[in-house]
């Protein structure tokens, strides 16, 4: 199971647009969409809100992105008389790139606050450390330019999060935190671009060699 979306639009044609771009990045995720009155005119639903509530949760919670104001209002409606409004969380966060986002941190397997995080471009609280973990250690770097044709754009920069994400390590791309897609995106690398990664932590190695070969593998493209 993985945390589901919901994407809220005053038009449908806009929620179902995100949501398949959004399912091109992370296909086992549920994300649903909730866009336009019920006789399919402008505006927002709170029937169509409360039934894709409904059609993404799986048990791990619910993220939901909105275009505007009043899809925010609607939607706290929806989520006040919600089964369980304890597993919905509405992000504050632009709707197209915060889907995109949300759903790659689903896809790899966050839970509910990680996506919202995700969503809003900002790293999830930290956990604090206990007695006895083990010391972060010396930053591991790797450099190498990109081959892939248009750099690293949503499909490999999804990618590069998922990869990422897999590993017991804190990564960084040219500085920003290589586990947030809306940060990895805005970075603009291009074909040909020189990148700087820096992983530190118990996979460090690890984590880094796979991106090494992710790139090699021109994030599968």
Same mark, same amino acid.
Request: hydrophobic residues 50%.
């Given at each position: 199971?993985? !945390?589901?979306?919901?994407?809220v639009s005053h038009s449908a044609r806009i929620a179902?647009? !995100?949501?398949e771009l959004a !399912?091109?990045?992370?296909?086992?995720v549920t994300i649903a969409p909730a866009g336009g009155t019920d006789d399919g005119g402008i505006g927002t639903s709170f029937d169509r809100i409360q039934a894709a509530l409904v059609e993404a949760e799986s &048990?791990? &919670?619910?993220?939901?992105?909105?275009?505007?104001? *009043?899809?925010?209002?609607?939607?706290?409606?929806?989520?006040?008389? /919600?089964?369980?409004?304890?597993?919905?969380r509405i992000a504050d966060a632009p709707i197209v790139e &915060? /889907?995109?986002?949300? $759903?790659?941190?689903?896809?790899?397997?966050? &839970?509910l606050e990680a996506v919202v995080a995700a969503a809003e471009g900002r790293q999830a609280e930290a956990v604090p450390a206990q007695a006895g973990d083990e010391? /972060?250690?010396?930053?591991? %770097?790797?450099?190498?330019?990109?081959?892939n044709e248009h750099?690293?754009?949503?499909?490999?920069? /999804?990618?590069?999060? %998922?990869? $990422? *994400?897999?590993f017991d390590a804190a990564v960084t791309v040219e500085g920003v935190d290589a586990k947030s897609m809306l940060r990895v995106l805005a970075l603009g690398l291009d074909r040909g671009s020189?990148? !700087?990664?820096?992983?530190?932590?118990?996979? $460090? %190695?690890?984590?880094?060699?796979?991106i090494e070969a992710l790139a090699r593998n021109r994030f599968g493209e």
């Open positions: 199971m993985t !945390v589901g979306l919901v994407v179902e647009g !995100v949501v !399912v091109q990045m992370a296909p086992s &048990g791990d &919670g619910v993220v939901v992105l909105c275009d505007l104001g *009043s899809a925010v209002l609607t939607a706290e409606t929806a989520l006040e008389l /919600a089964e369980a409004p304890e597993r919905i &915060g /889907a995109v986002a949300a $759903a790659v941190a689903a896809e790899s397997g966050d &839970g010391p /972060a250690g010396e930053a591991q %770097r790797l450099e190498l330019v990109l081959e750099g690293l754009h949503a499909r490999p920069a /999804a990618e590069l999060v %998922r990869t $990422a *994400s897999g020189r990148v !700087v990664f820096e992983a530190t932590g118990p996979d $460090a %190695r690890e984590a880094l060699a796979a």
